[in-house]
T-cell receptor
Framework: GDSVTQMEGPVTLSEEAFLTINCTYTATGYPSLFWYVQYPGEGLQLLLKATKADDKGSNKGFEATYRKETTSFHLEKGSVQVSDSAVYFCALSMDTGRRALTFGSGTRLQVQP | NAGVTQTPKFRILKIGQSMTLQCTQDMNHNYMYWYRQDPGMGLKLIYYSVGAGITDKGEVPNGYNVSRSTTEDFPLRLELAAPSQTSVYFC?????????????FGPGTRLTVT
């Protein structure tokens, strides 16, 4: 079945450091790819998405590029802030059938001032 | 628009008790979902619905039941609660946004079974 693998956390960075969180996927067909963010005590919010190969999703300084050849969707940000501290989930869905999300296990990011 | 709302926010159950987690969305979405999130893990799909009157199992349906009598409401029923059902439960609904379906999540219900 479909699956998503994320790098394990926690990831601890100083403010203004560069962030990369790795994500790879396995899927039959051509999924849409997503990054969701979960702040402490809250639900999940969509951060960015990409629907086909070579698409780049971006939002709030975060970027991720859909790489079909490496089945990857790594999340990057050039300069993190303390307010970016959260858990980040990579996910995929197929645009047919139940359209449910398949999630990675999440990566906790801690940004220190 | 309130989006997706869930009640209660927190609940403690004793083993063997039953309860219903409520989920309502006001966006007229056909697709709705229930996920559970165990500590340090991603979300896993319990049940989903593609429209009023139509529901189906996800990856982890055992111990749960759902119904979908209206477009807006998608309650999740726990019968005979067990400690393994201690988790955070998220309801979501989805709609087509551009080329793909996006899901909108409720704030979650934190359930403890002791």
């Amino acid at each position: 079945g479909d699956s998503v693998t994320q790098m394990e956390g926690p990831v601890t960075l100083s403010e203004e450091a560069f962030l990369t969180i790795n994500c790879t996927y396995t899927a039959t067909g051509y999924p849409s790819l997503f990054w969701y963010v979960q702040y402490p005590g809250e639900g999940l919010q969509l951060l960015l998405k990409a629907t086909k190969a070579d698409d780049k999703g971006s939002n709030k300084g975060f970027e991720a590029t859909y790489r079909k050849e490496t089945t990857s969707f790594h999340l990057e940000k050039g300069s993190v802030q303390v307010s970016d501290s959260a858990v980040y989930f990579c996910a995929l869905s197929m645009d047919t059938g139940r359209r449910a999300l398949t999630f990675g296990s999440g990566t906790r990011l801690q940004v220190q001032p | 628009n309130a989006g997706v709302t869930q009640t209660p926010k927190f609940r403690i159950l004793k083993i063997g008790q039953s309860m219903t987690l409520q989920c309502t969305q006001d966006m007229n979405h056909n697709y709705m979902y229930w996920y559970r999130q165990d500590p340090g893990m991603g979300l896993k799909l319990i049940y989903y619905s593609v429209g009023a009157g139509i529901t189906d199992k996800g990856e982890v349906p055992n111990g749960y039941n759902v119904s979908r009598s209206t477009t807006e409401d998608f309650p999740l029923r726990l019968e005979l609660a067990a400690p393994s059902q201690t988790s955070v439960y998220f309801c979501a609904s989805s709609s087509l946004q551009g080329l793909t379906y996006e899901q909108y999540f409720g704030p979650g219900t934190r359930l403890t079974v002791t």
